[in-house]
């Protein structure tokens, strides 16, 4: 449910911003003081917008078609609640080779605006987003995992996710590119648009991680599991 703050951002979008798709949420009953720090927050996410389109008007012929014929450079999907101390990041995705740390630029915003929530991916599917994760708040705490391999697919959750950590997810995927020739190799072999894929390696061989719910606490000291509830 998007509330008024979070729709004027979306207006904007539509019209100011040509180069972001953006979805911005928050919870419609925010605790005392909650309406004053979104509208902070909408301060802080519109100068961000602003220098994501003054990136993208830069780039070059190959930089722009690289956007596609509706020329989104740039996706961020965030729904937010205050009162459960919870962001969520459903979607961040760069199309094109925009000199921007898409990650650390977002992350800066949420650690001022919401230093005691929790990040919460709920469908962590690319690999170079996992990675930046880890850099910039360390390794976050795994909730549930979907994996494929040939013949069947499971969901890992609870006592099933025992012995299972993300960076042993990362360490399997660094290796499942290395034997390939590497992640540049891979991304130029898939083209633009589309997100690396993860990897788990195991009694049962090696598996794709489809997507995992992941989440870490915006100060970087660790994850409280209740707020991925």
């Given at each position: 449910?998007?509330?008024m703050i979070g729709k004027e951002?979306?207006?904007?979008?539509?019209s100011k911003w040509l180069a972001v798709r953006a979805s911005i949420s928050f919870s419609p009953d925010p605790p005392p003081g909650?309406?004053?720090?979104?509208?902070?927050?909408?301060r802080d996410l519109c100068q961000f917008f602003n220098r994501l389109q003054t990136a993208s008007e830069r780039l070059d012929v190959d930089g722009k078609e690289q956007c596609g014929l509706d020329g989104v450079a740039v996706e961020v999907f965030l729904r937010i609640d205050l009162e459960k101390k919870e962001v969520l990041l459903d979607r961040l995705f760069k199309y094109c080779a925009l000199d921007f740390h898409l990650f650390t630029e977002?992350?800066?915003?949420?650690?001022?605006?919401f230093p005691e929530c929790c990040l919460v991916v709920p469908s962590l599917q690319g690999y170079e987003l996992a990675r930046?994760?880890?850099?910039?708040?360390?390794?976050?705490?795994?909730?549930?995992?979907?994996?494929?391999?040939?013949?069947?697919e499971r969901l890992l959750m609870g006592e099933a996710l025992k012995g299972l950590s993300f960076e042993r997810i990362l360490a399997d995927t660094e290796r499942h590119y290395r034997e390939r020739?590497?992640?540049?190799?891979?991304?130029a072999a898939l083209g633009l648009g589309r997100e690396l894929a993860m990897y788990l390696r195991g009694e049962e061989g090696e598996e794709e991680v489809l997507w995992m719910q992941v989440g870490i606490e915006l100060s970087g000291v660790g994850f409280k599991p209740s707020c991925a509830g």
């Open positions: 449910m998007h509330d951002i979306m207006d904007w979008t539509a909650g309406t004053a720090r979104r509208k902070q927050f909408c977002l992350l800066q915003i949420l650690q001022r605006n930046e994760m880890r850099r910039f708040l360390g390794p976050p705490e795994i909730e549930c995992v979907y994996l494929k391999c040939d013949s069947e020739g590497g992640v540049e190799k891979r991304k």
